[in-house]
């Protein structure tokens, strides 16, 4: 069954809707594309036609996009020449598209019908681009709807004529946030920025449309009419010139170079803005496919799309147990990240108890959500009754017998074994015998915390990052006792509160900070060798990682890195590696320099809390080498002290599925996104040349970088991890 049906009225209106089978918003696939070029082709040879309205038939939104398991596909499907077959079906979308841009005029601009865009909601990505090739776009005033380009996020950009058409519609400056940043707006800022042309009441949706198409407007795009001028001025036009070198130095230096999409944008822009429309076109084609080409695209789109979307549907969820859905739950402890929990639990309707030792402790907790609610009345984004509906979930106290009736106790308290089994027991005693009990830690064993409690079986590990309002990942872990409805209960609790989860099994430091540990430490390590702080920091940066080593441990606090330390130290004992890394880490804490906390770390802050540049001190205790100035070996080193931290987990079984690895470590910590995530990135440079820069390394830095047997293997049979694994998960 088609996902485009036509019907005309009596006025001669041909309305087209769009209704994707089985699926709860419309998603464009190839055959989609050949059955809307068919309808808009016969509304447009249909005498009795005088014009074409193109909407959907989904309730409150228009499109998500084109359905990127083709995408990630494409180039294998493209046959012998992979790049001429993709520029060749990318062409194919561009002709479509152009066919209803053109509603058949003639070369002279005569003739023709006019054909509008009536959008209920939401619409992204080709959800958008098709109604760029139409003459006029109506939105419904759907404050909920989200309209935009968000390609660049997933390491493509718009390539059915979005590019092209947003620059020419509007100009690169205006199109730049849209484009570059992927930023949605509701209907009435899209209609603000240019992008779409009416904002009409929903239950007026369609008699608008069909309203301008009856009223015999003039519908010819400004860049098909002669003397057409792009807003905001062409590359060679003065004021165009400063937009482009502006537009080159704001994605150098947001991307370090590290995102080939975002360059390849931006050459389509300039390339295309001085060329006539359908030379531009395939200009944008011939970018696209060079980015469809480079295996980040594919990899970015595997991660961040199609393994995300499976973890947040429950791909490694026991198949056997029953809806474990969160009514009421236990938050213990109401420090910062006690609150984050207890918010994001309220914001997902779910009733809270936020447990602290007194009242006043616990009612700041409750205070952080009141304030949060606060920003989002001030931003527009919440109303005083959604915060008073939120607050109302959340109940504040010092009374453990408010927790009877929860089904998920969170604890959140001081890292400390003792601390955590004092209250564990305490806990267990108040609350009904199906009560699953979790543990918000970042680095003590699950199996040894698990032994306070009387029901093993019930006790988990839920890791939140923090903040926990802002951050995606959650990481679940098991226990050597964790039964299947505990970590169902953990993954629903997940989905509830829109979190990305990953399942791993117990280990040091689980996976998300077994990897970021050796990233911070190798940082470190470089300064005490010498290694100008600059090229530690600007290294990892250009590799794509939101912030480098030095920047985040200040970020995260330095005594917080020495009391790990401390502990990994002594749990160790004579095989601990770090000695050279705590000489660093202990002469800070011992000079005060705590990080930004204490506006003191390995950079200067102001009063704020505002970096000003690296600590002068910091030459004085470790002097620069000059001659240590190698980008290659630098960045080889922070790569893979974590990507070999990642084969390890997988390698030992603490990784139970290989989506798990790559996803969580590009949402948990800024693993080089471009790269799809740490085992992505040894596929994409292959195995073999993997194990050759660890044993480079291992050579000149020591056995921490000595490759797994799991690398070796994979690089003397010319495997990769998706080749290996790829298919089980």
């Known amino acids: ?20 089978q089985g699926k709860s918003m419309n998603v464009m696939n190839q055959q989609g594309f050949v059955d809307l070029h068919n309808l808009v082709d016969a509304g447009l040879k249909d005498d009795a036609v005088k014009g074409i309205v193109i909407t959907s038939g989904k309730p409150g939104s228009f499109a998500g996009g084109m359905d990127l398991n083709i995408i990630a596909k494409m180039k294998e499907s493209a046959g012998d020449n992979p790049a001429q077959g993709l520029f060749d079906g990318v062409m194919d979308m561009h002709r479509m598209l152009r066919h209803i841009e053109r509603g058949g005029m003639d070369d002279k601009n005569k003739g023709g019908k006019p054909i509008a865009a009536a959008l209920p909601g939401t619409a992204l990505g080709i959800g958008l681009e098709i109604p760029l090739a139409c003459h006029r776009i109506f939105a419904a005033d759907n404050p909920k709807a989200k309209i935009g380009l968000p390609e660049i996020m997933v390491g493509i950009f718009p390539g059915a004529g979005g590019t092209t058409r947003l620059v020419r519609k509007m100009g690169a400056m205006a199109a730049a946030p849209l484009l570059l940043e992927g930023k949605l707006n509701d209907p009435k800022k899209a209609k603000m920025a240019g992008v779409v042309d009416e904002v009409v009441p929903a239950d007026e949706l369609l008699d608008a449309a069909k309203a301008w198409i009856l009223s015999e407007p003039k519908f010819v795009k400004p860049w098909d009419e002669k003397g057409y001028k792009m807003p905001g001025g062409a590359p060679y036009h003065p004021a165009g010139f400063m937009t482009f070198v502006g537009a080159n130095a704001m994605i150098n230096g947001k991307t370090k170079g590290a995102f080939p999409a975002a360059k390849a944008l931006l050459s389509a822009v300039y390339e295309g803005a001085q060329v006539d429309f359908d030379t531009a076109i395939r200009i944008e084609a011939r970018w696209f496919t060079k980015v469809l080409m480079n295996p980040s695209s594919s990899a970015m789109i595997r991660s961040l799309f199609i393994n995300k979307e499976a973890l947040e549907k429950g791909a490694v969820r026991p198949k056997d147990v029953a809806d474990q859905k969160v009514t009421k739950v236990g938050v213990l402890g ?20 936020l447990l602290d030792q007194n009242q006043d402790a616990a009612d700041k907790g409750k205070a952080y959500s009141e304030a949060y609610m606060d920003k989002g009345i001030a931003r527009k984004k919440a109303t005083p009754e959604t915060k008073e509906a939120l607050l109302n979930l959340i109940t504040a106290t010092d009374d453990v017998n408010a927790l009877k009736g929860c089904d998920l106790i969170v604890e959140a308290v001081f890292e400390d074994m003792s601390v955590k089994a004092e209250i564990t027991k305490r806990v267990e005693a108040v609350v009904g015998e199906d009560c699953i009990f979790a543990s918000n830690t970042s680095t003590l064993p699950i199996s040894d915390l698990a032994k306070a409690s009387s029901r093993p079986e019930q006790f988990i590990g839920i890791h939140f990052f923090s903040p926990v ?8 872990i098991k226990g050597a006792q964790t039964g299947d409805r505990a970590v169902a209960k953990a993954l629903d609790f997940a989905r509830q509160i829109k ?24 940082g470190i390590r470089m300064v005490a060798e010498g290694v100008a702080p600059a090229l530690v920091d600007n290294a990892a940066q250009m590799l794509g990682f939101p912030v480098g080593p030095l920047q985040l441990v200040d970020e995260t606090s330095i005594d917080l890195g020495a009391k790990i330390a401390r502990a990994t130290r002594a749990a160790m004992g004579d095989d601990y590696p770090d000695g050279a890394v705590d000489t660093v ?11 930004r906390k204490a506006k003191a770390g390995f950079y200067s802050y102001d009063e704020k809390g505002k970096r000003q540049g690296y600590w002068k001190g910091l030459a004085d205790e470790y002097p620069v080498d000059t001659s240590k100035r190698d980008l290659d070996d630098a960045q080889n080193r922070l790569m893979m002290a974590q990507a070999l931290e990642a084969v390890r987990a997988l390698e030992e079984g603490v990784l139970m599925d290989i989506r798990e690895g790559d996803v969580a470590a590009i949402l948990g910590w800024g693993f080089a996104p471009w790269s799809g995530g740490p085992l992505s990135w040894i596929d994409i440079i292959g195995a073999d040349k993997a194990v050759e820069i660890c044993d480079a390394l291992e050579a000149s830095h020591g056995v921490r970088f000595k490759a797994p047997a799991l690398l070796r293997d994979l690089a003397a049979k010319g495997e990769g991890f998706y080749d290996r694994f790829g298919k089980a998960a």
């Open 334 to 353: 109401a420090g910062m990240m006690g609150a984050g929990i207890a918010l994001v639990s309220a914001r997902a309707g779910i009733e809270v108890v």
């Open 1 to 20: 069954m088609t996902d485009f049906t036509m019907e005309t009225d009596a006025q001669g209106v041909a309305v087209i809707t769009w209704d994707t």
């Open 499 to 522: 979190k990305t989860p990953i399942v791993v099994n117990d280990a040091r430091f689980f996976y998300a900070n077994r990897c970021i540990i050796p990233y911070i430490n190798e």
């Open 585 to 595: 880490i202990f002469r800070m804490e011992e000079l005060g320099r705590l990080g």
């Open 469 to 476: 309002e802002k951050m995606m990942l959650v990481e679940i």
